[in-house]
Every structure is written in C-alpha cells, then in structure tokens.
C-alpha cells in the first residue's frame, strides 16, 4: 500500500481527503503511483504531469522520508518505507510567492 | 426569476453575484473553486444554467469545470489542450523562435446555437473547440497560420483573450490576440485573416501598419450589428464598419485611449463604453478618479460617468474582461477592478454602486440576464 498525501487544491479537486492509499504490489516507482492515482481519479490528469510528455509539471515536487525525489528518473525505486506505507509520498506544490 | 447572474472570476476563485431585476440587493455565493485563478467564467446563451469555468495554477496547470445548475455545483470535464500537428515556433521575446507551449484557457465562449459546442482561446495562442460539452478539445489550427510566426507575447503573454461570434452566420467569428492582433474566419475557422487594416501602433512596432503584432484589448459587438466592430486597442479606440475590413479611430476626448474592456449598450448599438487607464507603464486611472466613458454616438464624442465611481486615490486597473452589459432595460453594466469590487450600473452607466468591495483581483466579469 502507497500514502499519497495531496496539496489542498488537488484533493479538493479529486474530492478526497489529503491522504490517499493505493494498493498494488507493482507501486515501487513514482511512474507507477501516479498511473493509478490518474486512472482512479482522472480529474487529476495534467495537475501533477503533462498530459502528453508525462513530465512533471515545474512546481510539483515529491518528496518522501525527508528526500525530495523530483530530479530522480520516474521509474527509480521508491524508499522501502514508502513502498511498504509506513511513510508517505507527499506531493507538493513549489514554495514560491503569490 | 426575472433578474441578473454575475459571474466573477478572480485571482484566487470564482463568485457568482445574483439579484432581481432591480439589482439593488445581491446575494454572493463562493467563492467557488478557492485559492485557484479563474481567468472565465461563462454561461451558455441556449441554457443559463449551463456554465464552464476556467480555471488554472501556476502549480498545477489548467481545469475546466461545467455547471448545469447555474454554479450551484460543478462538474470536472476535459483539461487536454494539444495543438493540432508539430505546433511549430513563434516569436519570442528576444527575437528568436519560440515553440507552442499550452499555459491556460483565459475564454470561454459557448456557442450560440449548439449548447454542446464551446470555444477556448488560450495561451500561447490558439482557438479550440469542444463538441461534446467540454469533455474533449480540438484546435481549430488553421488560425496559427496567418502569421503565426511572427506573433510574439506581450507583458501578460500571447494570449488569446476575445471570441465573438456572428449571431447571423455561424461560420464567421473573430479572436483577438495580445500583441498579434484581430482576424476572422468566414468558414468556421477553415481560414482565417488578420483584419488590421486602419490599426496603426506607433509605439510598439516598427512598422507601425504591419499585418501582424498589434496589441488588440478587447473587441466588442452589438448582436443586432455584427458588421460593426467596436476595439480597444493598447492605445486607441477603434471602430469598423465592415465585419473588420478597415478601421477608424474614434478616441475623440477621452482623456487617454490606453485601456483594455470595451463594452456595447445591450440596446443601443451606438452606445459604448470604455474605461480610461493612464498609460502603457501606469495601470491605473488618470488623476486617481475611476471614470468609465460612454459614447452614445459610436465613437468619438465621450462623456465621463462619475456618479457612484470613487473621484479620488482610486489606483485600480480593470482588465479586458472584466466589463460587461445586461439585456435587461434599462441597460445594466458591470465591470470589475484589481482592487476586488465589481461596481454595477442599472441605468445605462449614469449611476454606480459597488456589488461587493473586497474581492481577490478581478479577472473577467459576465453577466446573464434570468428569465
């Protein structure tokens, strides 16, 4: 089981809570975990990524275990702990003014 | 209902402002969609309570919600904006050529005779098309090729910011660009052309008459005339007579022609309105006094309505969309500023009074008129 937590304007728009838990064995990869989470909830496609070169969008980050996973490759490895839902993969939105 | 539905979108999300025919007593709901920028909001004319909102985030890009209970709740459609073909290069900045890259839908314009059928003008610039409600888009291509190379962004990006439709022909309609310019299509956006003639930009281009790369406000229509087109371009006033063939300037006395909204009187097709803004590099009203000017004779000769409109340290902006008019009579107009009040007028313009004073920025403002 993955634990996504979203920033407050997406799980409002997915009409969810902040954190969301997806259940898959093949979850280990950032790639992975956004495909499920767009495919249950399609109004969050081309919120996180871009719809057609699935790259992420410049002020999303990911960050897990105190590390920020942004600049890894899509299909790294995700922290055990996160892999195993005993940490959370937190999607945010890039400090900046405004 | 016999009344009027405001429709604000803002930097940091939408409210819909109601009231009866008076429109005296408002009731605010929203705001809708919060901590978002809504660029437009916007309801069908064949069905009222058929809204679509844009809204976008710098973090998390663009989304589109439509209503069909006029704004009582929204549902999430189609967000995929992907220009037709190898999208190709414009001007950039620096004079180099730029690829096409979506940023936002800042219009919104449903059809008047198909209530599934709406257009998105968006950022870099391109007109889309939806057929089913809002779900899917597809471009309508044929506009990025009258010059697009050589249309570049202004300050707020190369935008494009009006669509209006014919009411007599379906297959004519007209966008305008930020920094590129006016065109029309006659064969539902087959083709299009740049319809410039008469705009003469001093200040801004180097060859002050060119085809391309005026920076056009805001165009607006009577729908009773359609072969009359009213402009506010980033400085001048304009008008044509002629589906945009040609235009003439018509700034008169007003006291600066540098704006961005321009609206018709819902019944009076020679009645028009504009608001002043100082200058280019000073966004906000001369002398500090919030005036809007009407011209009841197409142009030209202007009168200033102050009654209701701060006369004194108003330093607010009103943005190409935020201006508008109802179709009740007497004529009611609306427009909003930067400084979050959307001020209402329901006598054709000689009096105003603030709706609400402290919104976020004001973005676009559209009004429907209730049965």
Known sequence: ?98 | MNGVRVLVGTRKGAFILTSDAQRKKWDISGPHFPGWEIYHIKGSPLNPDRLYASQTSSWFGQVIHRSDDGGKTWENVGNKFTYEGVPGTHQFYDGTQHPWEFTRVWYLEPSLTDTETIYAGVEDAALFRSSDGGQTWQELPALRAAKGELWQPGAGGMCLHTILQDPNDSKRLYVAISAAGAFRTDDGGQSWKPITNGLVSNFELPDPTAEVGHCVHNIAMHPARPDVLFMQKHWDVMRSDNFGESWHEISGNLPTDFGFPIAVHAHEPETIYVVPITSDSEHFPPEGKLRVYRSRTGGNEWEALTKGLPQSNCYVNILRSAMTVDTLDPCGVYFGTTGGQVYVSADSGDSWAAIVHDLPAVLSVEVQTLP
């Open chain 1, 1 to 98: 089981m993955i634990r996504i937590v979203l920033p407050t304007h997406l799980w409002r728009l997915a009409k969810t809570d902040h954190e969301i838990a997806l259940e898959g064995e093949d979850l280990t990869s950032i790639r992975a975990v956004l495909d499920q989470l767009e495919m249950l909830y399609p109004m969050l496609r081309g919120t996180i990524r871009d719809q057609v070169t699935y790259e992420r969008r410049p002020y999303v980050r990911f960050f897990a275990s105190g590390e920020d996973l942004s600049h890894e490759p899509l299909d790294a490895r995700l922290p055990e702990e996160v892999i195993s839902g005993t940490a959370h993969l937190r999607i945010v939105g890039a400090m900046a003014g405004g």
